[in-house]
DNA sequence: CCTGCGTTATGCAAAAAAGTCATAACGGTG
DNA sequence: CACCGTTATGACTTTTTTGCATAACGCAGG
């Protein structure tokens, strides 16, 4: 028997960011691919792409700079509003998970 | 843009209990009936009694005492381990719920 | 005795969501 | 100008969730 906690932000009741899309865009960041990220957290390119679509769209922010073409067929880079935003989210997650587990042992015992 | 946080606790990878289900066993103790319950929370009495079964299987313990038939058509009420694990739940969850509240808005501002 | 009532109990279909596959377009590079 | 790895998207498939319909139960009242 085991906790688990989720944390995610919504615009208007629709989910824009959690870990996932963290995740996704760290390795986005890394790679300077969304095709490589995407493996690398194995999802399917076409599931990251729509993830990025959304959070784009109802942020009302770009946060994915992308090329298709050209040099190393192109390639994604996270831009400057992109940053921001996960250093924030990055902030606010850290340690909550902690508080929530050792809550949990706390009263389940074990 | 708003926080959300979810907590629930698996059995085997598989979910067993989180806010929704606390509140259909609050709702079941006070109506005596899972349908007058379901209705409560707004969940259909179909999918109320999924939830108490695979809690009871995944669990392992009896929650719910049923009965079909007999006076006011039956009804049903939560045993002595349900109301046991219903409490340590809610110790648990209590103020968790305030910690991340707290922390997005002095991360994000607002 | 037997009909009505509100309940629990489930199978099954419908709808929604998530995931997969195929294919097009792009634009440097050799 | 063909090739390569990338982004972009529609269409299809699979899985999950939700909801509908119906049966069975057992007391109460006629």
Same mark, same amino acid.
């Given at each position: 028997?085991?906790?688990?906690?989720?944390?995610?932000?919504?615009?208007?009741?629709?989910?824009?960011?959690?870990?996932? &899309?963290?995740?996704?865009? !760290? @390795?986005?960041? #890394?790679? %300077?691919?969304?095709?490589?990220?995407? =493996? +690398?957290?194995?999802?399917?390119?076409?599931?990251?792409?729509?993830?990025?679509?959304?959070?784009?769209?109802?942020?009302?922010? &770009?946060?994915?700079?992308? !090329? @298709?073409?050209? #040099?190393? %067929?192109?390639?994604?880079?996270?831009? =400057? +509003?992109?940053?921001?935003?996960?250093?924030?989210?990055?902030?606010?997650?850290?340690?909550?998970?902690?508080?929530?587990?050792? &809550?949990?042992?706390?009263?389940?015992?074990?």
């Amino acid at each position: 028997m085991e906790i688990k906690s989720k944390l995610w932000i919504e615009v208007e009741g629709e989910p824009v960011f959690g870990r996932g &899309r963290r995740f996704l865009l !760290q @390795a986005i960041d #890394k790679y %300077g691919s969304i095709n490589q990220a995407a =493996k +690398e957290i194995n999802i399917s390119y076409r599931k990251a792409w729509g993830y990025i679509n959304a959070m784009e769209k109802r942020l009302g922010i &770009r946060l994915v700079e992308r !090329q @298709a073409g050209g #040099k190393n %067929g192109g390639g994604a880079t996270l831009t =400057k +509003e992109a940053r921001e935003f996960l250093k924030k989210y990055e902030m606010m997650e850290e340690g909550i998970r902690e508080i929530v587990d050792a &809550r949990f042992k706390e009263i389940f015992g074990e």
